[in-house]
């Protein structure tokens, strides 16, 4: 006997958990508004991240006397991309590990992956950055001037190459039935990134990486597990709002002994760089101190959007109100990895 239509509930009414069912041209529009002006939204954030890199380089630098290579802004604009390649992946295998944490968590219901598409962007930004190396560190007019055997006999063309091939393998592993796997070489281009910006000429050079490896990692799984768990979060808002807000809770609970890292090794690393009394004056005269300043306003902005979230999630009388300062956050933390690009490409302070 076939079922009427009023079996299980009220007539004409989706079950929990159907999607697209309804009315035809009955709240369809409606639907679809929200999720479109999300993603003009996030072109629009897109759009305005990739101009740090490109014009924030030329602002930094003047009027301080001081001479960068060619093409830096395009250097910056590939490292940014790199970055947030890195951390995007790291971000979900640690939310995925904090997802696992909270009881009665729907871990099925996770958010779909972004870890392909960040391994593809990754690997064409290292690869471009790779072919300025090969060129002797400026920006390729045509094939010609690319000189990729010699990539193998540098140390800053062994390191390009690395993480070319890490983020090859990094896209292999998350298409693969084990995406965990995705650790090991989003480990070693977190490995070379600390090597390359320690050349072997500058002094104690293996403490300089030490501090960078700890302070880049701690860095992606700060902006990428809050960007991974936002998406979660969003994910799970109707069928398990209770554990959404659990996994935002812990989250922010690590979160604030990675910005105590963070901090900790940025301090070291600026006065590896600057000598304590000359800091102040190259915050201001140099475009390395300049970038470094604006980096450091916008962490304590990021630190102040935590402290408001973290505060919602323990007084507000709805809990996942915390959802708009964290989203705050981290659209303050991708700025954050824009400048951290910037930085990079500098030239680095003379020792005074």
């Not at 060129?135 to 990539?151: E, I, K, M, T």
């Not at 960007?227 to 604030?256: D, F, I, K, N």
């Not at 005269?285 to 630190?303: D, E, I, N, P």
Request: charged letters at 10%.
């Amino acid at each position: 006997m076939r079922p009427t239509a009023d079996t299980g509930g009220e007539a004409g009414t989706p079950e929990p958990g159907a999607r697209g069912m309804g009315t035809p041209g009955v709240g369809a529009p409606g639907a679809g508004a929200p999720g479109a002006l999300r993603s003009v939204a996030i072109l629009a954030l897109v759009a305005l991240a990739a101009l740090v890199p490109l014009l924030g380089p030329s602002v930094a630098l003047r009027g301080t006397g001081e001479a960068a290579a060619p093409g830096v802004g395009g250097i910056a604009l590939l490292r940014a991309v790199l970055f947030a390649a890195l951390c995007v992946p790291a971000g979900e295998l640690f939310a995925a590990r904090l997802a696992r944490r909270v009881p009665d968590a729907p871990l099925r219901d996770a958010p779909r992956s972004w870890a392909p598409a960040a391994a593809a962007a990754g690997f064409a930004a290292a690869l471009c950055l790779a072919s300025v190396v090969a060129n002797g560190n400026l920006v390729p007019r045509g094939p010609g001037d690319l000189d990729l055997g010699g990539l193998y006999q540098t140390r800053d063309g062994a390191l390009a190459l690395l993480e070319v091939n890490a983020f090859v393998v990094a896209g292999l592993c998350a298409l693969s039935s084990r995406p965990a796997t995705q650790v090991w070489p989003l480990a070693a281009v977190a490995v070379a990134e600390a090597l390359r910006a320690h050349p072997a000429t500058e002094q104690s050079p293996l403490v300089g990486s030490g501090l960078t490896l700890v302070h880049v990692t701690c860095a992606a799984l700060w902006a990428g597990g809050l960007l991974h768990v936002l998406r979660t979060l969003h994910r799970w808002r109707s069928a398990a709002p209770g554990a959404g807000v659990a996994l935002l809770g812990l989250y922010a609970r690590v979160a604030a002994v990675l910005l105590a890292v963070i901090t900790a090794t940025g301090v070291c690393s600026t006065l590896r760089r600057m000598p304590p009394g000359t800091v102040l004056e190259q915050l201001t005269a140099t475009a390395y101190g300049r970038v470094l300043l604006a980096k450091v306003l916008l962490v304590a902005v990021v630190a102040a959007l935590a402290l408001w979230a973290r505060g919602r999630l323990r007084r507000a009388a709805d809990p996942l109100s915390a959802h708009s300062p964290a989203r705050a956050e981290v659209v303050v933390l991708g700025a954050v990895v824009a400048v951290s690009a910037v930085l990079t490409a500098l030239p680095v302070p003379i020792r005074w």
